[in-house]
């Protein structure tokens, strides 16, 4: 991959010949040592891929995870994420009011945005806001459907046919 | 190869320190930028505390352009470029050289510049070590990216917007990586096992070793 | 069926369509502006080898 | 203009992708049933997962490219100029992908955007090849561009799988892979699968094709350019009876070695 300068084309000179003459790399160790550093940039990439990151990018904290931190949260706008708690949603002039649940916890959300169209009980949502007390003002809701596609009339599937890509 | 990115490095810096080009200009363009974000942003002076080390890393990628392009454009007087080749420098070794003599600059730059954002901005600054070494590596890594993108982009008329479009991209991770690390030491709430560190020390790592096995394609084209 | 889905197809559709357009069109002027030099005056000249 | 076979490949996958993608849209918008959370919209998975996939086959194929040119033993122009329409056929799907995700999104999530992972990574996907798009057209010799948007093109691959991983690395709004997910198991069946399949597969056609169109024009640009310069060069001559390097010219048009890698 890496060629020899232009000019560069006494290969067949030593490595390290005397300080006066050019001191070019012949070109099997060129080529070596470019392997060399590529393997370098595939393990780096690897490391980054297997161990490097894991939830370092947090997007939104689960409920339980806000609850946790929630001396540490302070009043900050985060965005925090949870599954809509079924019989616990109150339309209110403009917004709604609900709980979310993660792992067993709950919190109280008083949102102040109108919710999307997918909103309802059971589904995971990510709300914009922060806590106020123990209540946590949103002001914008937005709904993370999971990768499960269900046909809404399943009888009107013929057959089943679960093809892999 | 190390020896050459020494020798390169060292004339590069020398150059630099005779004519102080780079520093004439890159110093209070950093400085405006910095300025210019206060101004946008000075209705609420608890968001710039906030956005502080976004805002920082950003005035240092934007000053990084002049820099890396100044790197570059050293060479292009007189066909030193090529002088170099003739003269059997490893082109490993002068890509290397030229990420070392720009981040000894950009280091430079961000140690002035770090005074100014606590003078405007004014933010709670604590756990330095990993302000230190993340800003190390982050400098590394944009340095590097740098300068393989300013010779990928050398010899155009354009070159003044095309490397801002092709180094931006290639560099926001790093910028993004360093900002969060920044964010971490400022909150305190970090140690040296901070994944966004880890983050920047493979981007270092990665654009030190594409550079340096690439350059030899770019200047040999 | 509720805008959005129309709006995405159409979407799809119209992007692929008109690059489509666009690399016909492009593929046609070229493939013209080598045409007349093939039929050049010398066309019928002796050709090499 | 191009050899017999090339042509009729094209011309089949012309075809082909016309028809696939009838077959896609009307099964998409009208045969499969709506889903049992979202309704009508899941429609919009039987375009916006194919989309993105030809982006990354598209960028995958510039990289190997790439690579091949970047190999003294396998170096041919022909490579950069298949790298080059490669990536631009990337660039358009990838924009659409981002379209098309921002139509979903808004009902679907409530938000035409948002500064997730699997956004973000796509986004610098987009912008990453648009620069090398940039960079070719930097005015420098044919192997000089060829070497340097090599280089470039490489790098921005990175982000490829990173886009695709991140759903899984990182938490995002955007959901996870429905077909191409770790476990390998499809979370969608029945007629709703085989029109996701057909999907990909239609607009892999549209890909086929459209790199064959681009590819031609690539190709037919770099004669054009010998043309010129061969013109410049007999008219410089100006002697009578030296013309006939001109007729050497159409000679290479009519039966150069057609691009039987594509």
Not at chain 2, 45 to 62: H, M, N, Y
Not at chain 2, 101 to 113: G, H, P, R, T, W
Not at chain 2, 119 to 139: D, E
Not at chain 4, 81 to 102: D, N, P, R, W, Y
């Given at each position: 991959m890496v060629q020899s300068v232009s000019g560069g084309t006494g290969s067949d000179q030593p490595a390290n010949s005397s300080k006066a003459k050019p001191r070019v790399l012949p070109s099997r160790r060129r080529a070596r040592r470019a392997w060399l550093t590529l393997g370098i940039v595939v393990v780096a990439i690897g490391v980054l891929l297997y161990k490097g990151l894991g939830?370092?990018?947090?997007?939104?904290?689960?409920?339980?995870?806000?609850?946790?931190?929630?001396?540490?949260?302070?009043?900050r706008t985060f965005r925090l994420e949870g599954v809509v708690v079924p019989g616990s949603v109150h339309a209110t002039g403009t917004g709604v009011d609900f709980s979310v649940e993660s792992s067993n916890v709950f919190v109280q959300v008083h949102d102040t945005a109108n919710p999307p169209q997918l909103f309802q009980p059971n589904i995971p949502v990510v709300l914009v806001g922060h806590f106020q007390g123990n209540i946590f003002l949103s002001n914008q809701i937005m709904v993370k459907h999971s990768a499960n596609y269900v046909a809404a009339h399943p009888d009107r599937v013929a057959t089943v046919n679960g093809k892999k890509l | 190869m190390w020896r050459d990115a020494l020798l390169v490095a060292g004339k590069d810096l020398r150059i630099e320190l005779r004519s102080r080009i780079t520093i004439n200009q890159i110093l209070p363009f950093a400085f405006i930028v910095?300025?210019?974000?206060?101004?946008?942003?000075?209705?609420?002076?608890?968001?710039?505390?906030?956005?502080?080390?976004?805002?920082?890393?950003?005035?240092?990628?934007?000053?990084?352009?002049?820099?890396?392009?100044?790197?570059?454009a050293i060479e292009r007087n007189d066909s030193a470029g090529e002088g170099l080749l003739v003269y059997g420098v490893d082109p490993g070794g002068i890509f290397?050289?030229?990420?070392?003599?720009?981040?000894?600059?950009?280091?430079?730059?961000?140690?002035?510049?770090?005074?100014?954002?606590?003078?405007?901005?004014?933010?709670?600054?604590?756990?330095?070590?990993?302000?230190?070494?993340?800003?190390?590596?982050?400098?590394?890594?944009?340095?590097?990216?740098?300068?393989?993108?300013?010779?990928?982009?050398?010899?155009s008329k354009a070159k003044q917007t095309l490397l801002p479009l092709l180094l931006v991209p290639v560099a926001s991770p790093v910028l993004l990586a360093a900002t969060k690390s920044w964010q971490d030491a400022f909150a305190g709430t970090s140690s040296l096992g901070d994944p966004w560190l880890r983050l920047l020390i493979v981007f270092a790592v990665v654009y030190l070793a594409l550079g340096s096995v690439f350059y030899s394609s770019i200047l040999e084209g | 069926m509720n805008g959005y889905v129309e709006a995405g197809y159409l979407a799809v559709l119209g992007g692929l369509g008109g690059y489509s357009a666009l690399l016909l069109g492009k593929s046609k002027k070229l493939k013209k502006s080598l045409l007349p030099v093939k039929t050049k005056n010398d066309r019928d000249e002796s050709r090499p080898l | 203009m191009e050899s017999k076979r090339y042509k009729r490949v094209r011309r089949a996958a012309g075809i082909a992708s016309l028809l696939s993608v009838a077959v896609t849209v009307i099964l998409g918008l009208w045969v499969t049933p709506p889903d049992v959370v979202q309704g009508q919209l899941v429609r919009l998975i039987y375009v916006h997962p194919p989309v993105a996939w030809v982006a990354y086959l598209a960028y995958g194929v510039t990289s190997i490219a790439s690579i091949l040119y970047l190999w003294k033993r396998t170096r041919n122009l022909r490579?950069?100029?298949?790298?080059?329409?490669?990536?631009?056929?990337?660039?358009?799907?990838?924009?659409?992908?981002?379209?098309?995700?921002?139509?979903?999104g808004r009902p679907a999530w409530g938000v035409w955007w948002t500064w997730d992972a699997r956004l973000t990574t796509t986004a610098l996907l987009f912008v990453l090849y648009l620069g090398y798009l940039a960079l070719r057209r930097v005015p420098a010799d044919s192997h000089q561009r060829a070497v340097r948007s090599a280089i470039a093109g490489l790098i921005a691959f990175i982000d490829v799988p990173i886009v695709h991983q991140s759903v899984v690395w990182w938490r995002t709004l955007h959901q996870g892979a429905t077909v191409l997910n770790p476990s390998l198991s499809p979370k969608i069946h029945g007629e709703m699968a085989t029109t996701l399949l057909i999907g990909f597969i239609s607009f892999t056609f549209v890909y086929?094709?459209?790199?064959?169109?681009?590819?031609?024009?690539?190709?037919?640009?770099?004669?054009?350019?010998?043309?010129?310069?061969?013109?410049?060069?007999?008219?410089?001559?100006?002697?009578?009876?030296?013309?006939?390097?001109?007729?050497?010219?159409t000679e290479d048009v009519d039966n150069a070695d057609q691009p039987s890698k594509v």
């Open positions: 939830n370092s990018l947090v997007y939104f904290r689960t409920a339980s995870e806000a609850v946790q931190d929630r001396a540490q949260l302070g009043n | 910095l300025i210019v974000f206060a101004f946008a942003l000075d209705t609420s002076p608890d968001t710039l505390k906030e956005v502080a080390p976004g805002l920082f890393w950003l005035a240092v990628l934007f000053s990084s352009i002049l820099g890396v392009d100044r790197a570059v290397l050289g030229k990420a070392a003599s720009v981040f000894v600059q950009l280091f430079l730059l961000e140690i002035v510049l770090i005074l100014g954002m606590v003078v405007l901005y004014g933010p709670k600054i604590g756990g330095w070590l990993l302000i230190v070494l993340s800003a190390v590596f982050a400098t590394l890594g944009i340095s590097a990216a740098g300068v393989l993108y300013s010779q990928l982009a050398s010899g | - | 490579w950069d100029l298949l790298a080059v329409s490669s990536a631009e056929v990337g660039v358009i799907f990838t924009g659409l992908t981002l379209i098309t995700g921002s139509i979903w086929i094709w459209m790199l064959m169109q681009r590819y031609q024009i690539a190709d037919l640009e770099q004669r054009v350019l010998d043309v010129e310069l061969e013109q410049l060069i007999k008219e410089r001559r100006n002697e009578p009876g030296v013309g006939s390097s001109q007729i050497e010219s």
